[in-house]
């Protein structure tokens, strides 16, 4: 809503600078030509400009201020009431309907109603002084008599407008609230969803419970380090999380197998990147989803697998994957070996810097670990630094 608010008092200023400005130049036009005075341009600028100046500082104060518009108005309402004051004729209504024109496409109805009450009693005012002086009688009367007819008229077809526009805007104003509130729970029940997925497929893997949702974690962190985009770091969240999907297909035998992998089995687990790929090929909701699961554990110098892609041949989210991956696999209990020390995971990271991960991922990482950012998930580590 704040958003909302900026874009009317923006175009409002805006609308209300370029009239000023094309008033300017045409008094100065009439001054050249010797139609107005110098000294009344000299009284107009100060009238126009300081309005002008002094809303447009409470602007950039708070430009999303609801009450900005009135300031707007009454600013533009000053310079309409000193033309009005000096030199009244039936066209000077004509000033004030390029704003009018703005708070209806703005829908703005309170502002219509309080300029259109104002304008009346200003005009009715003029026309009374103008009688009182002898300049305006009944017999030439006319011009005011279809001066306030025309402003009735306007003021009151405007309001309508600006009343039928505003209930509109308020309409789907609500239903995009609606919509937003409806998306967001969208948006969490497939995290739910796919997190729920992760957390069942860990469950397999004996030796790797919670990795999942640790290297998502992990992959998300890298990913607001190199600067993309919310919506690039919230897919690699997602991506992350079902990046291991193959290992659904794996054997229980192989994939909790306490010893070393035979040749075959090691054959059979490196198929799980091509299994995650097909899996995932049919959801197009979450893009790059099998670019996730299929690459995650090719090299930078090519010697991965399933495919020996090199360098940035190999899409960004799975290089950002590899490194988390890694991570996780490194700071985590295996039936093998005991996790890593800190010291002894940003050294694995700087030695495989170029040849197993993209360098820029690899050191952004290494340096979280060294400042702190970095905050390790893994239950084997408990409190670790690193």
Known sequence: MSSHFKKINRNLIIGWFIIVAVLLISYIAEVIKGERTVEYLLAFIPVTVLPAIVVFILYLKKSDWEKLPYFIVIGYFLMYTFVMVTGYSSMVSTYILPMLSLMVLYHQPKLVLMTGVASLILNAVTIVWRFSDGRLTIENS??????????????????VAARLYDNITKQNLNYLK??????????????????????????????????SERVSTYATMIAKELGLSDEEVDNICLVAL???????????????????????????????????????????????????????????????????????????????????????????????????????????????????FDPAISRIMIRMMKDGTMKNLSPDMKNEAG
Request: with cysteine; glycine share 8%.
């Open 178 to 211: 609606k919509l937003n509130e409806k998306n967001e729970q969208i948006n969490r029940m497939t995290m739910q969803t796919i997190s729920t997925i992760a957390n069942t497929l860990d469950a397999k893997d004996t030796y790797t419970n919670g990795h």
């Open 142 to 159: 006319a011009d005011a008599e279809i001066q306030i007819a025309l402003m009735v008229l306007c003021f009151g077809g405007s309001y």
């Open 242 to 356: 079902l990046h291991d999907i193959g290992k659904v297909g794996v054997p229980d035998s192989v994939l909790n197998k306490p010893g070393r992998l035979t040749d075959e089995e090691f054959e059979l687990m490196k198929q799980h990147t091509v299994a995650g790929s097909e899996i995932m090929k049919d959801i197009d909701s979450i893009p790059d989803v099998t670019v996730g699961a299929r690459y995650h554990h090719e090299r930078y110098d090519g010697r991965g697998y399933p495919d020996g892609l090199q360098g940035d041949d190999i899409p960004l989210i799975a290089r950002i994957i590899a490194v988390a991956d890694a991570y996780d696999a490194m700071t985590s209990n295996r039936v093998y070996r005991q996790h890593l020390t800190g010291e002894q995971v940003m050294a694995e990271l700087e030695k495989g810097t170029g040849t197993q």
